[in-house]
């Protein structure tokens, strides 16, 4: 698949622009913690955002004790590894809240091996805060991930650090199609949203492809190539595919590229 800010539609027949920008909805799947900066960022476009979450991302009490275990005192495993790897900024988040809950800090020496590119681990152990999957088949990503460190030499340790659940219900999501295909575009941050919509599908006797038959114009558009591979293979065909995936600002661009092509 080659990634590009504007890609052809499949589904969306040339002859049938998009409506105007004053009514065009985008909906979106992403979870709670970043659903306000993409909202932002489709309200800047003078869109309307339809946030419709299929899964949920946070820490547990279970993952916060899992993470607060590698930190504690007397002796604190963390002194053990030569880098902490994240995946994610829930990652990030999830180790901040964990470490909030400690009066003392853990290491007392500066970590500067976090500075540092990893390069070869040479058997050094690396920290991996990472999601436990609930609900949902596991991404490829993250298994991945820990492949990678272990052929680079790391041994790399999985810390559940984090929740991704099933959320479920895309009621609102179907109300909007149904009145006259309200629905201009549906953005995916990541594989696991994807799985969330199609199971959340099937719970109603729907699929994908019955979804884009009550809609025909609605573009679906992937924040990076990742999130498209895991669309595509999990059978959610991607029209639209950010090629600047630093922020979501790329991928509302590439939309706005896209339906800019059919009013030149």
């Not at 539609?9 to 985008?26: F, K, Y």
């Not at 790391?154 to 179907?174: D, F, K």
């Not at 019955?210 to 999990?234: D, F, I, Y």
Request: glycine content about 8%; aromatic content about 8%; overall charge negative.
């Amino acid at each position: 698949m080659v990634i590009l800010n504007l890609q052809q539609n499949p589904h969306l027949p040339s002859s049938s622009p998009p409506l105007s920008p004053a009514t065009r909805v985008i909906a979106f799947t992403t979870p709670q913690n970043y659903a306000g900066r993409l909202s932002d960022i489709i309200h800047l476009k003078g869109w309307t955002p339809l946030w419709c979450p299929t899964i949920t991302v946070e820490p547990t009490p279970q993952t916060i004790s899992s993470i607060q275990h590698y930190f504690l005192s007397p002796n604190p495993p963390l002194h053990h590894f030569s880098a902490v790897a994240f995946t994610s900024r829930s990652g990030i988040t999830a180790v901040a809240e964990a470490l909030a809950g400690i009066t003392t800090p853990p290491l007392p020496a500066t970590p500067t091996g976090l500075v540092e590119i990893l390069g070869l681990g040479m058997g050094k152990m690396v920290l991996c805060p990472v999601p436990v999957v609930i609900g949902l088949e596991e991404p490829p990503v993250v298994p991945k991930f820990l492949a990678d460190l272990a052929r680079r030499g790391w041994i790399p340790v999985r810390v559940n650090a984090y929740e991704t659940r099933w959320r479920g219900g895309v009621a609102e999501l179907l109300e909007m199609m149904e009145e006259a295909c309200g629905v201009d575009a549906i953005v995916f941050t990541s594989t696991g949203e994807v799985e969330g919509l199609l199971k959340s599908l099937r719970e109603v006797g729907l699929d994908w492809e019955m979804m884009r038959r009550m809609c025909p114009r609605m573009v679906a558009a992937a924040h990076g190539p990742v999130t498209a591979a895991g669309a595509e293979k999990l059978g959610v065909g991607i029209d639209v595919v950010s090629s600047r995936f630093d922020s979501f600002d790329g991928v509302v661009d590439a939309l706005e590229y896209r339906w800019k092509s059919y009013e030149c």
